[in-house]
């Protein structure tokens, strides 16, 4: 997520939220605050509690995989719900967490059948 | 994931490591240890690690999950890294862990043209 001013950004966050199931996207700093967030402003404790806590999941995430393998990195975290998908993209500056709306109903956790 | 016996545990197991791309899996019970796993009898501290690392960050996300909101639940988790990727399946007695080959070539962390 390269830092070349608001209109990559901008264009990003539409790309983004345009796509079908999207409900939500928020984009973390460093210090867990959300320079930028498609919630209800009224919504915005709520925004304030995803970068909190998808933050630190990451991080531990990131520990986690740093631990068993020097030479490896996090790149993607996907956290499913019985609700919603939560999806985090962590970067060196930045977090980027889209929440999406579960697209089947089937509640199984493993599909092995679909193609990786 | 129902107790009925070590047949329906094989067949699970054998379903799972014939997938293509699939390098492990491990079976973990609540205590954090690995009743069940396909790693050389040599790797077996390998394992152990894998099952208290993500055991822990499982709990974590469940942690997150129901702390948003008190009806949801954590149903799958996936932690995808630059060599391979980590899908956690949590269930009340049992964690099952399999680590996957990557298997595209593409590093993005975000691939908004996927359908979810």
Request: with cysteine; hydrophobic share 40%.
């Amino acid at each position: 997520m390269a830092a070349t001013g608001g209109g990559d950004i901008e264009e990003l966050v539409k790309q983004i939220t345009d796509h079908p199931g999207v409900q939500g996207l928020i984009i973390v700093n460093t210090e867990g605050i959300p320079i930028r967030h498609t919630f209800q402003e009224q919504s915005r404790p709520l925004a304030v509690q995803y970068c909190a806590l998808f933050q630190s999941l990451a991080m531990k995430a990131r520990t986690a995989v740093v631990e068993l393998d020097n030479n490896n990195d996090l790149l993607f975290l996907r956290v499913r719900s019985k609700k919603h998908e939560v999806l985090v993209a962590p970067d060196t500056k930045y977090l980027l967490i889209v929440i999406q709306r579960v697209g089947n109903d089937d509640n199984l956790p493993i599909n092995i059948k679909k193609t990786p």
